[in-house]
């Protein structure tokens, strides 16, 4: 797997190789939000040699997007990673801005405002309206349709989705998502802007979540139902971090906040009802009711403490347990590798789909994007190298025995096909 792995990122670097050939020069970038997100990639863009202007429309919102990016360059000097004067010219690099002053002489705008359709449209609209005629115009969102969001602008060609991951600094992965009308230099543009970033970009289609998120959201499915049969959480997290995942699917609600997952969990249902509707109330439902959204507000799955050096700590908390109670349908014993087949059988099924419809071109390409986007386990190689490995035909079989947890599990007519010519993605 780890070969593979080896490969696909070459066939990776390739892909991004051939849109240098198209992509015009990033000069200067603008974002627009200075919260966790827009803060983490205006240091991201700064630090790694492009100025960017940093807009938003609120003082406390740019105070905090500057204090998060000499947080992260004083933790690099400190390290010895970066010289004084490299943080101070890297600091220097990041204009913050309430005004549409300077956009006349930037080449790409990140839209990273918060995420209400409404609001979007006007801020991209209003900034269209500021920048140069070819300037090329990226949304962050991480639920919108790309489409949709374009409908507001008068040139949706110059218009593509980049979707960063949080934390920003951290997190290799930048989707790019190319919509109906996105232009092939506003593709190209925005992949050479992530690579100078220090990113691997996947360009994938328009779709709800995209790649990464219509991923995810299946495997939190599974998730679900172990909890609806009374499987105890942190057991869970033990066997999927013993899987190779860095942290198990609670932990990971839990960090990167229900409140999120909520949402994103709707926007799923919606846009595939066939297998991703919500049936019932879930864990996610009983957390969110009881306002515990996490590490953010302390409690989540998890309670979360402050451990000797300030990081937060995350505890057992009983009233957690008796929160999950009201979403027991049914008491079931379950293997470990019950466990693992309920979450990962929903996580490949859907890769395999995004194959099939065109979100992403390649089975590199896929597997690579859950490697960078969401730490699928690098030994594993990615999803559709992880059916590789069981065999197809084993792996029908295997999602024909979890039949009765429903369509998320069904297997398509291309993957049955797979199973009986003895094809394989990879090789
Ligand atoms: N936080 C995450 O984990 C994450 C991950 C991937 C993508 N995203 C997406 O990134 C976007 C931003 O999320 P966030 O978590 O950084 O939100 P946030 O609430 O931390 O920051 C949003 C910022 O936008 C500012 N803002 C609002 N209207 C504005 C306007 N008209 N012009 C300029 N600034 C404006 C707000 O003042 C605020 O500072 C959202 O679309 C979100 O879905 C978030």
Redesign the pocket.
């Known amino acids: 797997s780890l070969i593979g792995l080896f490969l696909n990122d070459q066939d990776l670097k390739k892909k991004a190789k051939q849109y240098d050939e198209i992509a015009k020069d990033v000069k200067l970038a603008a974002v ?7 803060g983490g990639i205006a240091y991201q863009s700064a630090s790694k040699g492009t100025p960017i202007l940093m ?4 003082e406390e ?1 740019i105070q905090m997007g500057l204090a998060e990016a000499s947080k992260l360059l004083g933790g690099r000097v400190a390290k010895g990673r970066m010289t004084p004067a490299k943080m101070a010219e890297a600091l220097t690099a990041i204009r913050p801005t309430m005004s549409y002053g300077d956009f006349g002489a930037v080449d790409i705008v990140v839209e ?4 209400n359709p409404k ?1 979007k449209q006007i ?1 991209l609209a209003e900034v269209e309206g500021v920048v140069k005629e070819d300037a090329i115009l990226a949304s ?4 919108i349709s790309i489409n949709l969001l374009a409908k507001a602008l008068k040139r949706p060609e110059n218009f593509v989705g980049m ?4 934390p920003v600094h951290m997190m290799p992965l930048v989707e790019v998502i190319r919509g109906e009308k996105s232009s092939d230099v506003a593709v190209a543009t925005t992949v050479a802007y992530a690579k100078k970033m220090g990113k691997t970009p996947v360009v994938v289609n328009d779709c709800p979540g995209f790649l990464v998120n219509r991923v995810l959201f299946p495997y939190f499915g599974g998730f679900s139902k172990l909890l609806g049969f009374g499987v105890d959480f942190v057991r869970i997290d033990k066997v999927m971090e013993k899987f190779g995942w860095p942290m198990g699917p609670a932990y990971l609600s839990d960090v ?1 906040g229900v409140d ?1 997952g909520h949402h994103g969990r709707d926007v799923m249902a919606e846009g595939f009802p066939d297998r991703m509707a919500v049936e019932g109330r879930t864990a996610v439902d009983v957390m969110y009711e009881a306002n515990r959204l996490g590490q953010k507000n302390g409690k989540g799955f998890y309670a979360y403490e402050t451990d000797k050096r300030g990081k937060p700590k995350k505890v057992i908390d009983p009233q957690a347990y008796e929160l999950l109670k009201s979403i027991v349908t049914e008491q079931r014993e379950v293997t470990d590798e019950d466990i693992i087949n309920f979450m990962m059988i929903p996580l490949c099924m859907e890769t395999v789909r995004c194959l099939e419809d065109g979100i992403v071109d390649t089975a590199a390409e896929a597997d690579m994007g859950l490697i960078y986007g969401i730490g699928f386990p690098p030994f594993r190689g990615g999803a559709l190298r992880y059916i590789d490995t069981v065999g197809v035909a084993e792996f029908v079989a295997l999602a024909d025995k979890y039949a009765e947890l429903g369509a998320l599990y069904t297997p398509t007519a291309k993957l049955r096909e797979m199973a009986a010519s003895g094809q394989k993605f990879f090789g």
Do not use: P, Q, W, Y
Not at 112 to 115: D, G, I, K, L
């Open positions: 627009l939000g200075a919260g966790i997100m827009g807009k938003d429309i609120r919102g990273a405002v918060v995420e609001v801020v962050n969102t991480s639920t979707h960063f991951f949080n990167v999120t």
